[in-house]
């Protein structure tokens, strides 16, 4: 275990703010989990899990213990005749993960390819790309209680996946950490191309011969061509979720926007793109200093240099007050700022 004191978190981050920790703790696995949270030392300091910091923008110095669990392990656990169940620790890096998948043969996550962060966080926000959620796939997820320690295997069901969302995010915010997860993976190949952009990949090829490899390769091309690398530009993907309206709402943009598409997530209920109505904002690749929309995704806001945490906030706040005003719906934030 290693703890340091008074560190820069700007290399933990992915939006490359600058900002410090008062301790910053990396465990190897829960044994040394358990010590350090049971450590007196440490006990009443505020706690905060960091995986890839790919989700996440500080917005001040952090006056508690960061904990990073470098736990690593990956390992089929059991085999049905229909499934294969794989455990893998929090650690493990999400895009190793499906590469490691994939070479074991197995579909279900090529089109989470390339998400940033680590394999603990997936389930918090139920990462998504290209038709698929990890929800699709996950079968429990282990949790250790940052008081008790006491531990915890929930269910799929008992986690309350939803679209970006989950009890991680809800009722059991902060208080617990992820340990590993378990999915479950089909033995039958179910590779899926629903989604637009990999149906176009794919035109003209048999979708009986498309294997999780092609599409994992497919979904990192589209990626790479649309996406800003984190390792060039300060990014956190996505910086708002997609609102879902009523189907009244949705006509009646519909009307006015013939360009408009939406993806209906109940009988009554529409979601549409949030980037999409940025865009129609005149926003795609507007900068205020350091900060702007990016300019071949209007959902990414981008720090092109030395931003702070609280000019990108200001700056997301002037993007959703532009969209209330022009559509009267509201934008809410995918990322946790802290
Ligand atoms: C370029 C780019 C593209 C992206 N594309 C997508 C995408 O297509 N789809 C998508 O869904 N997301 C996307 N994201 C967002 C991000 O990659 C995911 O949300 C990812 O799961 C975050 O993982 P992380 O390890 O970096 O989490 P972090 O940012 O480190 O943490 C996120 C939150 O989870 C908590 N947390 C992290 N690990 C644990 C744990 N083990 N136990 C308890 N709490 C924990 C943290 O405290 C924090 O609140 C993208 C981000 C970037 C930068």
Redesign the pocket.
């Given at each position: 275990m290693i703890i340091k004191n008074n560190i820069s978190l700007k290399p933990c981050n992915?939006f490359n703010v600058d900002i410090k920790a008062k301790y910053f703790a990396e465990v190897n696995n829960t044994k040394e989990l358990k010590e350090l949270l049971s450590n007196k030392q440490y006990i009443s300091e505020k706690k905060?899990?960091?995986?890839?910091?790919?989700?996440?923008l500080f917005t001040n110095n952090f006056d508690g213990i960061v904990i990073k669990?470098n736990n690593l392990s990956i390992k089929i656990i059991s085999e049905t005749k229909e499934n294969v169940f794989v455990q893998s620790d929090?650690g493990v890096e999400?895009d190793s993960f499906v590469k490691y998948t994939i070479d074991k043969g197995l579909s279900g996550i090529e089109n989470l390819s390339l998400?940033?962060?680590?394999v603990?966080?997936?389930p918090?926000?139920n990462?998504?790309?290209y038709g698929v959620e990890v929800k699709d796939i996950i079968e429990s997820v282990s949790i250790m209680h940052l008081d008790s320690l006491e531990e915890k295997i929930l269910l799929k069901a008992e986690c309350n996946f939803n679209y970006?969302n989950s009890i991680f995010k809800n009722e059991l915010k902060n208080k617990?950490?992820?340990t590993s997860v378990v999915f479950k993976f089909p033995k039958q190949n179910c590779v899926n191309i629903e989604y637009a952009s990999l149906k176009n990949y794919f035109v003209g090829k048999d979708e009986n011969e498309i294997t999780s490899k092609d599409v994992r390769n497919a979904v990192i091309s589209i990626r790479e061509r649309k996406?800003?690398d984190?390792n060039k530009v300060g990014?956190?993907?996505?910086f708002f979720k997609n609102p879902i309206i009523t189907k009244e709402k949705y006509e009646e943009l519909k009307n006015e926007y013939s360009d408009l598409n939406g993806y209906p997530e109940t009988n009554s209920k529409i979601k549409i793109s949030a980037g999409w109505l940025i865009e129609k904002c005149g926003l795609k690749g507007k900068h205020i200093g350091n900060v702007g929309v990016h300019e071949k995704q209007a959902l990414v806001i981008v720090n092109y240099g030395n931003a702070t945490g609280n000019e990108i906030v200001e700056f997301s706040k002037m993007i959703q007050n532009l969209v209330q005003n022009k559509f009267n719906i509201k934008i809410v934030n995918e990322i946790?700022i802290i």
């Amino acid at each position: 275990m290693i703890i340091k004191n008074n560190i820069s978190l700007k290399p933990c981050n992915t939006f490359n703010v600058d900002i410090k920790a008062k301790y910053f703790a990396e465990v190897n696995n829960t044994k040394e989990l358990k010590e350090l949270l049971s450590n007196k030392q440490y006990i009443s300091e505020k706690k905060l899990i960091l995986g890839g910091g790919s989700n996440i923008l500080f917005t001040n110095n952090f006056d508690g213990i960061v904990i990073k669990l470098n736990n690593l392990s990956i390992k089929i656990i059991s085999e049905t005749k229909e499934n294969v169940f794989v455990q893998s620790d929090a650690g493990v890096e999400w895009d190793s993960f499906v590469k490691y998948t994939i070479d074991k043969g197995l579909s279900g996550i090529e089109n989470l390819s390339l998400i940033p962060g680590n394999v603990g966080a997936s389930p918090i926000q139920n990462i998504g790309a290209y038709g698929v959620e990890v929800k699709d796939i996950i079968e429990s997820v282990s949790i250790m209680h940052l008081d008790s320690l006491e531990e915890k295997i929930l269910l799929k069901a008992e986690c309350n996946f939803n679209y970006r969302n989950s009890i991680f995010k809800n009722e059991l915010k902060n208080k617990f950490v992820i340990t590993s997860v378990v999915f479950k993976f089909p033995k039958q190949n179910c590779v899926n191309i629903e989604y637009a952009s990999l149906k176009n990949y794919f035109v003209g090829k048999d979708e009986n011969e498309i294997t999780s490899k092609d599409v994992r390769n497919a979904v990192i091309s589209i990626r790479e061509r649309k996406l800003p690398d984190p390792n060039k530009v300060g990014n956190a993907g996505s910086f708002f979720k997609n609102p879902i309206i009523t189907k009244e709402k949705y006509e009646e943009l519909k009307n006015e926007y013939s360009d408009l598409n939406g993806y209906p997530e109940t009988n009554s209920k529409i979601k549409i793109s949030a980037g999409w109505l940025i865009e129609k904002c005149g926003l795609k690749g507007k900068h205020i200093g350091n900060v702007g929309v990016h300019e071949k995704q209007a959902l990414v806001i981008v720090n092109y240099g030395n931003a702070t945490g609280n000019e990108i906030v200001e700056f997301s706040k002037m993007i959703q007050n532009l969209v209330q005003n022009k559509f009267n719906i509201k934008i809410v934030n995918e990322i946790n700022i802290i």
